[in-house]
């Protein structure tokens, strides 16, 4: 996706982004990547 014409990674667990559905936003710390919030993201 593109915000403020800049790319980035949607992690959406494997499911369809629906945009009628509430989003949360989870930002990971330097050195880690979307893996860290997988417990989280289910």
């Known amino acids: 996706m593109t915000v ?3 790319d ?3 992690y959406s667990g ?3 982004f629906a945009p009628e559905r509430p ?3 989870f930002i990971h710390g ?3 990547d979307h893996s860290v ?3 989280q993201s289910r």
Request: proline content about 0%; glycine content about 6%.
């Open 8 to 10: 980035l990674y949607a």
């Open 14 to 16: 494997g499911k369809a």
């Open 37 to 39: 919030w997988i417990l």
């Open 4 to 6: 403020n014409h800049a």
């Open 30 to 32: 330097a050195l880690n």
């Open 23 to 25: 989003t949360v936003v």
